[in-house]
């Protein structure tokens, strides 16, 4: 381990109180693979509803364990794809930008999601023009807004975040569909000290990947079997990275730097092309 990363556990170690955080969910009551919009989902695998729920259940209780806030959000029988709350919208400074889906299966979501907060309490809510997936492709460090592109989200969706947010925005071109949003091949560690990522490299164009090297020169990088086991879908409070147990590749490196990292189970929900955050958006503010 070099001297700066040595520093940099040592840091973390001795400044290891973090915020607590508040987060949305859906139980995944009415998950199912019917259709096939990411190269994830096949039909035809069956799906254990109760394995799933059990599995979920697990995670917002390590949550709450940690100290953290889950709120619910009430799934739709219509809507098998709300599990993955993170996509619904993107919330920064209490302030609320909307959801517009891609496919047509999901776009009953962002109404859902938008009717949430105006019930609990948000007030300043934008209703996007453009197409942008939430935070499946939008994800925030201590100094830019990250978004992606290529598959979901459009070119447009950036300049509307970053209008709407008051933060700059960095796109980045995601060129692998089995990583069709940011979350899927990026992770954000640290949003408050420092701007801490993990992420997969191959998933980006080379210029894209020359921006992150730039920006994150102390990165951890991703091999290709953490990033299939969808170890990028990882929950980050500053100090505990909770990460799908199959990613255990990262679980060394991200120790070295002084996080701890906590192993969770949700391969069922994988069926459906996500994990730890497709399921959990995080209210900032």
């Known amino acids: 381990m070099d001297d700066s990363h040595t520093r940099t556990r040592q840091s973390r170690e001795e ?5 607590a955080r508040r987060y949305l969910m859906c139980p995944p009551e009415h998950f199912s693979v019917t259709y096939s919009i990411n190269p994830w989902m096949d039909p035809g695998k069956p799906v254990d509803l109760s394995l799933a729920l059990t599995q979920w259940e697990h995670l917002r209780d390590h949550y709450r364990a940690l100290g953290h806030t889950v709120e619910e959000l009430t799934p739709q029988p219509d809507l098998p794809d709300m599990v993955f709350a993170a996509n619904g919208a993107t919330v920064v400074d209490g302030r609320v930008l909307g959801a517009r889906f891609a496919y047509p299966e999901r776009t009953g979501e962002a109404a859902a999601h938008q009717d949430w907060y105006r019930a609990h309490g948000f007030t ?7 197409v942008n997936e939430g935070e499946g492709d939008f994800t925030v460090t201590a100094s830019w807004l990250l978004a992606g592109r290529g598959f979901r989200s459009s070119p447009l969706a950036h ?7 008051g933060r700059p925005v960095i796109g980045l071109d995601l060129v692998d569909p089995h990583y ?10 640290d949003d408050t000290r420092d701007d801490a990522v993990m992420y997969f490299p191959e998933a ?7 921006v992150l090297a730039r920006l994150f020169p102390d990165a951890v990088l991703a091999t ?6 969808f170890g990028m879908n990882a929950v980050s409070d500053g100090h ?3 990460l799908p147990q199959a990613a255990h590749g990262l679980f060394e490196p991200l120790r070295a730097r002084g996080y701890e990292p906590l192993s969770v189970d949700l391969s069922e929900l994988l069926k459906g092309g996500g994990s730890v955050k497709c399921c959990t958006a995080e209210l900032r503010g």
């Open 240 to 242: 505990h990275v909770l």
């Open 15 to 19: 400044t290891s109180l973090f915020s």
């Open 224 to 229: 290709r079997a953490d990033a299939e086991a």
């Open 124 to 130: 300043d809510i934008g209703e996007p023009q453009h």
């Open 180 to 189: 069709y949003h940011l979350d899927t091949a990026l992770c954000v560690l």
């Open 159 to 165: 300049g509307e975040a970053q209008e709407f947010f």
């Open 204 to 210: 980006f164009s080379p210029g894209s990947r020359a």
